[in-house]
């Protein structure tokens, strides 16, 4: 089996959103504003090969919304999942499953394309099986008015009117795609109902793609809930039993949003949970 990083994408997003309640003098430290209080963003999705399956969990906001829209989020780098995957070897068609963490556009609008004549949408992995949630599911096509911007249903729509979209049976946490891969899921009601946080068992270690659970290095501390977190007060029991599980255990975290810090584990301090080690995927991965 091998894991490799699939970076969809920079963009930027209001530091004061990504940190709730939290003054910006704090969160400003560890993860700095620019001049219109905006902060790094990144889409570092995972790319799994194990025997014959090719898995990638998520796939960034894609590039089919307007200018105006993908203005909002001040896009920047040179980083897209077509080329992150043509320099592994790999191409779209190869991917057998797309698992989403959850359906927010920046984590699942890669998933679909217009048509070629732009006069419609298709799926972007014509070959993979689109794995998500029926809670979840039923929660992005009947969005509350609080993420009705976030669950476009242009991302949505598409993946079941072709006819591959597949749930995640729940409530059991085991979810495997083969006998020879471990990947447990974690499921999380704070930020969006249901989303997936898997559990990826790699040689000696377990890495866990942490989606929007802990979004930067810099959302450790317990009070540093994003504003965009639809249960604020349940992300909090949330993410310290993740926390101190994720300690306890040495797990490896995959920070799908943090655009300097790619993997890091944490430990148990007299202040709680904080940073132990950061690390470059290749370090992790090799």
Known sequence: MKIYPIEAGNFKLDGGAMFGVV????????????ENNLIDIAA?????ENENRLILIDTGMGNKQSEKFLSYYSLWGNHSLDGSLQKLGFHRDDITDVFMSHLHFDHC???????????????????????????????ATKPNAREKASFLHENI????ESGQL?????????????????????YVDGHTEKMM????????????FCADLLPTAG????????????RPLLTLPEKEKFLKTAAENNFYLWLEHDAHNEIITVENTEKGVRLKEVFKCSEILM
């Open 44 to 48: 570092r999705c995972m790319l799994i």
């Open 23 to 34: 003054p910006k003098t704090l969160w400003n430290k560890t993860n700095p504003a620019d």
């Open 109 to 139: 609008g890669g998933s679909v394309n217009w048509n070629k004549d732009r006069t419609g949408y298709e799926v972007a992995f014509k070959n993979a099986i689109f794995w998500t949630n029926d809670n979840h599911w039923e929660w």
């Open 166 to 186: 597949n749930f995640v049976k729940r409530p059991e946490g085991d979810f495997s795609f083969s006998k020879e891969l471990e990947f447990n899921i974690f």
């Open 219 to 230: 959302h450790i501390p317990l009070p540093y809930v994003m504003g965009y977190d639809t």
């Open 157 to 160: 729509i598409p993946m079941q």
């Open 197 to 208: 946080i898997p559990h990826v068992k790699y040689k000696d270690k377990t890495i866990v």
